[in-house]
């Protein structure tokens, strides 16, 4: 991220410029801004994975009399929806064969919470559910017909969760927002390789004692350039033709090697 | 060096791609098989999603066949009547084994039904095939004389009506047989996204006594059509070939292959056949222990809809 310092500025600037404008604003007390890095994130050839930088202002009204406690701040990156099944292995005659399984529907294809302090100190639970900040306190509905029983419905949303987190793809990071002054901030999200394409939403939040003071929300789209866009479209587009160029690539590839390598 | 698939949508490591390419392009170029049953699990193993992994391992077969199938042309090693009515039988099997493959996958059996044959299959070709190389290397050691062409021992196939005569491969057999191989090779192949070369061979070696100089030749023709046929299929039908990755792991393969026609060409038949019987009880073992162990995780997720699936 060579180019950082100077859009800090630029971020900056927008920042200040939002609470200038905000200034008369609605009469709550408290005003959350963020900005991302970038709005777009390429996928090309060499995408080995990156991170965006997601800066923020927390706005004070000069009128309102500064409250004692500290504020507490959750960055949370959600990925498009996804429906996942989770499958557990059971022996059948000898053989280990997935038996029961477990559909969740519309859940986040990542999930990365950033927060100045660990979840659990951030609210109560009814809090954390309702808006989904944490790993535990995620929404993962499942289908209608499931066969597992109630009893072992946790045992298969924990390993969902977990296996989830072995790809990188969920995270729940506390302390990991970093105060750059009193009131501004900043945090890291590092998007791995194994990214899916398409929108994805970035929220911030400001909390005080376990009360939701403000709330932001920004998109940020993850999408396939250069190459990568042309091969992936005219795979989805023009199905027959890419398979027929795969067949003519390899016939060619088949030939020249043959060629190549004639002795006679 | 890290290079982004476009479609299986991970970065992987080059080298090592081409590596795994030119490994199997080898092994493949040696024994005349298409070399899929090794690649697609050395492909799941390394973390492309399975569904990139069978399909784009066609693409790649359909180009190292390509190579051999002109090696063995000029060495006029091919019996081209033989091949084709081979292949009317491949693409009806594999109509009925993308119709078997959709419904399987429904039903979230797939893995499994991949994972009992691959062990059924290659445990029972590598074992009759160890066997049987074995014993005709004992018989050259002994001095007994080998006949590889037993005239007047016919089987029951030969009693078979419909007969066709195939000059190139000296034998004048019944249609019925060649086509219903053909169509359970097809079959098995589009079920197991393999070409099924090291069931294709001994079959023709045992069951239709097509001589063995004809024999590799004829059966990389067949693979090579049924590969390209199931290239554009699964291209179609669900958009997993990575084309980027099939070009990595053809240039390897193909490159591979060149070193192990030639080398195949230094090692007598049996030789060759009992070192394909233990790769093929190897990696039918490999299969097996996975079935019987118990498993690291009992876990497994799946992307069954939405972004990404």
């Given at each position: 991220?060579?180019?950082?310092?100077?859009?800090?500025?630029?971020?900056?600037?927008?920042?200040?410029?939002?609470?200038?404008?905000?200034?008369?604003?609605?009469?709550?007390?408290?005003?959350?801004?963020?900005?991302?890095?970038?709005?777009?994130?390429?996928?090309?050839?060499?995408?080995?994975?990156?991170?965006?930088?997601?800066?923020?202002?927390?706005?004070?009204?000069?009128?309102?009399?500064?409250?004692?406690?500290?504020?507490?701040?959750?960055?949370?990156?959600?990925?498009?929806?996804?429906?996942?099944?989770?499958?557990?292995?059971?022996?059948?005659?000898?053989?280990?064969?997935?038996?029961?399984?477990?559909?969740?529907?519309?859940?986040?294809?990542?999930?990365?919470?950033?927060?100045?302090?660990?979840?659990?100190?951030?609210?109560?639970?009814?809090?954390?559910?309702?808006?989904?900040?944490?790993?535990?306190?995620?929404?993962?509905?499942?289908?209608?017909?499931?066969?597992?029983?109630?009893?072992?419905?946790?045992?298969?949303?924990?390993?969902?969760?977990?296996?989830?987190?072995?790809?990188?793809?969920?995270?729940?990071?506390?302390?990991?927002?970093?105060?750059?002054?009193?009131?501004?901030?900043?945090?890291?999200?590092?998007?791995?390789?194994?990214?899916?394409?398409?929108?994805?939403?970035?929220?911030?939040?400001?909390?005080?004692?376990?009360?939701?003071?403000?709330?932001?929300?920004?998109?940020?789209?993850?999408?396939?350039?250069?190459?990568?866009?042309?091969?992936?479209?005219?795979?989805?587009?023009?199905?027959?033709?890419?398979?027929?160029?795969?067949?003519?690539?390899?016939?060619?590839?088949?030939?020249?090697?043959?060629?190549?390598?004639?002795?006679? | 060096?890290?290079?982004?698939?476009?479609?299986?949508?991970?970065?992987?490591?080059?080298?090592?791609?081409?590596?795994?390419?030119?490994?199997?392009?080898?092994?493949?170029?040696?024994?005349?098989?298409g070399g899929g049953f090794l690649l697609t699990p050395l492909l799941i193993?390394?973390?492309i999603p399975p569904a990139v992994a069978v399909a784009t391992v066609t693409t790649q077969v359909t180009?190292?066949?390509?190579?051999?199938?002109?090696?063995?042309?000029?060495?006029?090693?091919?019996?081209?009547?033989?091949?084709?009515?081979?292949?009317?039988?491949?693409?009806?099997?594999s109509?009925?084994g993308v119709?078997l493959f959709?419904?399987l996958q429904?039903?979230?059996?797939l893995d499994?039904v991949i994972s009992?044959s691959y062990?059924?299959f290659?445990?029972?070709?590598?074992?009759?095939?160890?066997?049987?190389?074995?014993?005709?290397?004992?018989?050259?050691?002994?001095?007994?004389?080998?006949?590889?062409?037993?005239?007047?021992?016919?089987?029951?196939?030969?009693?078979?009506?419909?007969?066709?005569?195939?000059?190139?491969?000296?034998?004048?057999?019944?249609?019925?047989?060649?086509?219903?191989?053909?169509?359970?090779i097809g079959f098995l192949g589009t079920i197991l996204g393999i070409g099924g070369g090291?069931?294709?061979?001994?079959?023709?070696?045992?069951?239709?006594?097509?001589?063995?100089?004809?024999?590799?030749?004829?059966?990389?023709?067949?693979i090579?059509?049924t590969m390209?046929t199931a290239t554009?299929l699964h291209?179609?039908q669900t958009?997993t070939v990575?084309?980027?990755?099939a070009?990595?792991?053809?240039?390897?393969?193909?490159?591979?292959?060149?070193?192990?026609?030639?080398?195949?060409?230094?090692?007598?038949?049996?030789?060759?056949?009992?070192?394909?019987?233990?790769?093929?009880?190897?990696?039918?073992?490999?299969f097996?222990?996975?079935?019987?162990?118990?498993?690291?995780?009992?876990?497994?997720?799946?992307?069954?809809?939405?972004?990404?699936?």
């Amino acid at each position: 991220m060579r180019p950082l310092p100077h859009r800090l500025r630029t971020l900056a600037a927008t920042v200040v410029t939002s609470l200038a404008l905000l200034g008369g604003g609605p009469s709550r007390a408290e005003e959350l801004v963020t900005a991302l890095s970038a709005d777009v994130v390429s996928i090309q050839s060499n995408f080995t994975g990156t991170e965006i930088v997601v800066f923020g202002q927390i706005g004070v009204d000069v009128k309102t009399v500064p409250r004692p406690g500290r504020y507490d701040l959750i960055v949370k990156v959600e990925g498009p929806a996804q429906q996942i099944t989770t499958r557990r292995k059971g022996r059948f005659l000898g053989v280990w064969v997935n038996r029961d399984y477990e559909t969740f529907v519309e859940v986040p294809s990542f999930y990365s919470l950033a927060s100045t302090a660990r979840v659990g100190e951030l609210g109560d639970r009814e809090l954390l559910d309702a808006h989904g900040l944490g790993l535990n306190h995620l929404n993962l509905a499942i289908s209608g017909h499931s066969d597992v029983p109630l009893s072992e419905r946790d045992d298969f949303r924990q390993a969902f969760l977990r296996l989830r987190a072995d790809q990188g793809l969920y995270s729940e990071r506390p302390e990991s927002i970093e105060f750059l002054t009193n009131t501004m901030f900043r945090t890291t999200i590092p998007l791995p390789a194994n990214i899916p394409i398409g929108k994805y939403s970035v929220q911030g939040y400001l909390i005080q004692d376990g009360v939701m003071l403000a709330r932001t929300e920004q998109e940020l789209a993850v999408a396939k350039s250069g190459f990568e866009q042309v091969t992936f479209n005219l795979a989805q587009n023009h199905p027959a033709v890419y398979g027929l160029l795969a067949v003519i690539l390899a016939g060619i590839t088949g030939w020249l090697a043959g060629l190549i390598f004639r002795k006679d | 060096m890290q290079l982004y698939l476009p479609i299986a949508e991970i970065p992987v490591n080059i080298f090592m791609i081409f590596g795994m390419g030119g490994a199997v392009g080898f092994l493949s170029g040696l024994f005349g098989i298409g070399g899929g049953f090794l690649l697609t699990p050395l492909l799941i193993f390394s973390g492309i999603p399975p569904a990139v992994a069978v399909a784009t391992v066609t693409t790649q077969v359909t180009a190292s066949s390509t190579s051999a199938v002109l090696t063995y042309w000029r060495r006029k090693a091919i019996d081209f009547k033989l091949g084709t009515m081979l292949l009317v039988g491949g693409v009806m099997g594999s109509i009925i084994g993308v119709f078997l493959f959709e419904v399987l996958q429904k039903l979230g059996q797939l893995d499994l039904v991949i994972s009992l044959s691959y062990v059924t299959f290659l445990g029972t070709i590598g074992s009759l095939m160890l066997v049987e190389s074995v014993r005709a290397m004992r018989r050259r050691r002994s001095g007994q004389v080998v006949r590889v062409k037993r005239p007047g021992q016919h089987n029951w196939i030969h009693g078979l009506p419909f007969k066709m005569r195939f000059r190139q491969s000296r034998l004048y057999v019944s249609v019925i047989p060649v086509i219903t191989l053909g169509a359970t090779i097809g079959f098995l192949g589009t079920i197991l996204g393999i070409g099924g070369g090291f069931m294709m061979v001994p079959a023709l070696i045992y069951l239709l006594r097509v001589p063995t100089n004809v024999v590799i030749g004829t059966s990389l023709l067949q693979i090579l059509f049924t590969m390209a046929t199931a290239t554009v299929l699964h291209a179609m039908q669900t958009q997993t070939v990575d084309i980027v990755l099939a070009l990595a792991l053809m240039i390897g393969g193909v490159i591979g292959a060149q070193f192990g026609a030639r080398m195949g060409q230094n090692l007598r038949g049996e030789q060759l056949r009992l070192l394909l019987a233990l790769l093929v009880l190897l990696v039918g073992l490999r299969f097996a222990v996975d079935l019987l162990l118990t498993p690291e995780d009992l876990y497994s997720i799946a992307i069954m809809g939405g972004a990404g699936a």
